[in-house]
């Protein structure tokens, strides 16, 4: 059995008010990272990865492929190198696989090489119902039988294409159909699929394994199985969520920003976003830098109608980036309609803002009215989720006071030692307990 990775309890102490400067580089995209991780399975060979993100989710992840039999091992702070010559589909930690939503992942990659696996039911961040349908209907198609109690059982007598249209463009489902389907035998068109920068990067990541794909970044996705996969080497790509949560972080402190290797050609829907709320980003090849004194004024729609920022598969706008564009609108001049279509309970943590002194209205669970500017004071603030965690801590950035953001490990989740790298630039963020030399 895996050694469970503790629960600790981070707490971080904000001092308001600092502005940053400097450059920053985005960590390795924590939503490809882990089904690059899991899609490692696939081949009995070495695989070396860089840009991985030494986050919780991350390491939860590496403990659970090694509770199946992988050889993993650190050769730098974010080089893992993952040997996977025998598995067996059996230890896995329900604790562990609670905790990450991530570990659905495995079933792609264990029901091809093993034929099996049961899986405790995934967690991930409590922010609304997360479905597995989509997962079942996909790998069912494929050639997997299901059974669902307190803990889902795959099994197969062999994995076969199929043209499978899934009924919701779900990332994770598109992610373990894609690693089942390279190692079915024939073809498999994957229709209605996610296509997001970490979807694309694991497409990549199995083509230098030896896979055949056609369609990477589009809905339709066509997969010439049953090639043997071999060893690869992949640098994980930039993580485009943190990049737009430093794009809001460094407009609303009024901070002069470059961020370095910011990956560009996947932030056309969030550079519009911040655009429509008066933040306008220059590029500069794949740097992105944020000057100060940005306008910070809502653009209203023609007629002077009030706007709508929502949330879409990609590549709309990506919902995960919903939480600090929420926290970015309090502090621009104008009115404008938040939209999150996906997940019921995401925007409930702005009555933490509202408490701080945000003016936002929630209409309901999907859509917030923010008008703004408003002054924020610090607060005592609870993370309840990655993103939220990450809005908080914005919101404590740019209030007056200092403020104390309990359940900081659920940041941690998703943004790698962010403390040090915003201290850096000249943040005061005090993490308790202070972390290992
Ligand atoms: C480990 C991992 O990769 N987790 C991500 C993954 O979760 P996860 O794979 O669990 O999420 P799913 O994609 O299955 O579920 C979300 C569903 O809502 C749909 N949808 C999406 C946006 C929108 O505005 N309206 C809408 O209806 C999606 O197309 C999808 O069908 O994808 C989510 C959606 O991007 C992200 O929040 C999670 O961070
Ligand atoms: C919802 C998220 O992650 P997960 O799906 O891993 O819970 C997120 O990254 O914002």
Aim: aromatic share 4%; net charge negative.
């Amino acid at each position: 059995m895996a050694r469970a990775l503790p629960h600790e309890r981070i707490q971080y102490v904000v001092e308001g008010g600092f502005k940053l400067s400097g450059e920053i580089e985005p960590s390795g995209n924590k939503n490809a990272a882990l089904p690059i991780i899991a899609a490692s399975l696939l081949t009995d060979q070495r695989v070396e990865l860089s840009n991985v993100p030494r986050i919780r989710d991350v390491e939860a992840l590496v403990e659970l492929i090694q509770s199946v039999g992988a050889k993993v091992r650190w050769l730098g702070r974010n080089e893992l190198e993952i040997e996977a010559r025998e598995l067996r589909p059996a230890n896995l930690d329900p604790d562990l696989c609670a905790r990450i939503r991530a570990s659905i992942l495995l079933a792609g990659p264990m029901l091809a090489r093993c034929g099996e696996i049961t899986l405790p039911p995934p967690g991930g961040d409590v922010i609304g119902r997360r479905r597995v349908d989509t997962h079942f209907l996909a790998l069912e198609q494929l050639g997997a039988r299901i059974e669902v109690n307190s803990v889902y059982s795959f099994r197969t007598e062999g994995l076969r294409g199929a043209d499978v249209f899934l009924d919701e463009p779900s990332v994770t489902a598109t992610e373990n159909a894609l690693c089942a389907a390279v190692f079915a035998e024939g073809t498999t068109i994957l229709r209605n699929c996610a296509s997001e920068p970490h979807v694309q990067d694991l497409a990549r990541f199995l083509i230098a394994m030896g896979a055949r794909i056609e369609g990477v970044g589009t809905n339709m996705m066509t997969i010439h199985g049953g090639q043997r996969l071999g060893g690869a080497s992949h640098r994980i790509g930039p993580d485009h969520n943190e990049v737009g949560s430093l794009i809001g972080l460094a407009a609303v402190t009024g901070s002069e920003i470059t961020i370095r290797r910011a990956g560009v050609e996947h932030l056309r829907s969030t550079l519009m976003t911040f655009e429509r709320l008066g933040i306008r980003c220059q590029i500069d090849g794949d740097d992105l830098i944020i000057r100060s004194g940005q306008e910070m004024k809502i653009q209203p729609d023609f007629g002077g109608h009030i706007p709508k920022i929502e949330d879409q598969p990609w590549p709309a706008f990506p919902a995960d980036t919903m939480s600090i564009a929420i926290v970015t609108a309090s502090q621009c001049d104008g009115v404008v309609l938040m939209f999150e279509k996906m997940f019921e309970s995401r925007m409930f943590f702005v009555d933490k803002l509202i408490a701080m002194g945000a003016r936002i209205v929630l209409c309901d669970p999907h859509r917030a009215i923010v008008a703004g500017p408003s002054k924020l004071r610090a607060a005592q603030l609870e993370s309840p989720d990655i993103r939220a965690g990450m809005a908080m801590l914005i919101a404590a950035m740019c209030a007056e006071g200092t403020s104390v953001i309990n359940n900081a490990q659920q940041i941690e989740r998703g943004y790698e030692r962010i403390e040090e790298r915003l201290n850096a630039m000249g943040a005061r963020i005090t993490r308790i307990p202070p972390r290992e030399a």
